[in-house]
T-cell receptor, first 114, second 110 residues
Framework: DAGITQSPRHKVTETGTPVTLRCHQT?????MYWYRQDPGHGLRLIHY???????DKGEVSDGYSVSRSKTEDFLLTLESATSSQTSVYFC?????????????FGPGTRLTVL | TQLLEQSPQFLSIQEGENLTVYCNSS?????LQWYRQEPGEGPVLLVT?????EVKKLKRLTFQFGDARKDSSLHITAAQPGDTGLYLC??????????FGKGTRLSVIA
C-alpha cells in the first residue's frame, strides 16, 4: 500500500471555527490532491499541488485553502467551517500527471461541522 | 467541463450472477481508470485503459475502453460477496485533473 496517512481521522467542530487537515506521504510523489466525497456528488476535487509551494484550485475550492511547504505534507484548511463542509475528505497522491495520473488514496477524514 | 455518467447507480445481485456497469461521457478522454472503494476506506485503483477498444482483464473483472474513448464498461463474472463496494470511473483529458463519476454501488448477496 502507498504510504499515505491522514490526520485526524475523525473531527467534530463548530461552525465558524478554523480546521486544518493533514495529509502525509512517504512515497515522494510530486502530485497531491484533496477531494471531498458526499452522497450524490461523488468525489470532487478541492485543490491540488504539483510541487512544493505550487498549488491550484479544483472544482469546489471556495472556503478552502491549502499549503505545501514540504514534498511529503499537504495541508487543507477551512478558515471558518460551515455545515456545508461536513463531508469525508480524501487525500490522494500520484507520481505522474496526464495519461498516467494513477492516484493512491489515503484512508479519509470524516469531518462534522455542527 | 468533462462529465462522466455512471450507470446504474445501485445494483444488488445474488452471488454467482454476472453484471456490467457503465461509464459514459460526451467528451474524449486520454485514459480512463476504474477504482473500487470499500466502506470507510479510500478508493483503490483497479485498472487504467488508454487505447480505444482496449480490453483488460483482472481475474473475474473485464474492463473495456470504447473505440472513441468516450465510454468504458466493467463486467464482473460470477460475482462474489467480496466484490461488494463502490465502483468509480475516472477520466483524464490532457493535463487536466482527474474527473470522477459518481459511482455504482454494488451489493453482492451470498
Amino acid at each position: 500500500d502507498a504510504g499515505i496517512t491522514q490526520s485526524p481521522r475523525h473531527k467534530v467542530t463548530e461552525t465558524g471555527t478554523p480546521v486544518t487537515l493533514r495529509c502525509h506521504q512517504t512515497e515522494n510523489h510530486r502530485y497531491m490532491y484533496w477531494y471531498r466525497q458526499d452522497p450524490g456528488h461523488g468525489l470532487r476535487l478541492i485543490h491540488y499541488s504539483y510541487g512544493v509551494k505550487d498549488t491550484d484550485k479544483g472544482e469546489v475550492s471556495d472556503g478552502y485553502s491549502v499549503s505545501r511547504s514540504k514534498t511529503e505534507d499537504f495541508l487543507l484548511t477551512l478558515e471558518s467551517a460551515t455545515s456545508s463542509q461536513t463531508s469525508v475528505y480524501f487525500c490522494a497522491i500520484s507520481r505522474l500527471a496526464g495519461v498516467n495520473n494513477e492516484q493512491f488514496f489515503g484512508p479519509g477524514t470524516r469531518l462534522t461541522v455542527l | 467541463t468533462q462529465l462522466l455518467e455512471q450507470s446504474p447507480q445501485f445494483l444488488s445481485i445474488q452471488e454467482g450472477e454476472n453484471l456490467t456497469v457503465y461509464c459514459n461521457s460526451s467528451s474524449v478522454f486520454s485514459s480512463l481508470q476504474w477504482y473500487r472503494q470499500e466502506p470507510g476506506e479510500g478508493p483503490v485503483l483497479l485498472v487504467t485503459v488508454v487505447t480505444g477498444g482496449e480490453v483488460k482483464k483482472l481475474k473475474r473483472l473485464t474492463f473495456q475502453f470504447g473505440d472513441a474513448r468516450k465510454d468504458s464498461s466493467l463486467h464482473i463474472t460470477a460475482a462474489q460477496p467480496g466484490d461488494t463496494g463502490l465502483y468509480l470511473c475516472a477520466g483524464v483529458a490532457g493535463n487536466t485533473p482527474l474527473v470522477f463519476g459518481k459511482g455504482t454501488r454494488l451489493s453482492v448477496i451470498a
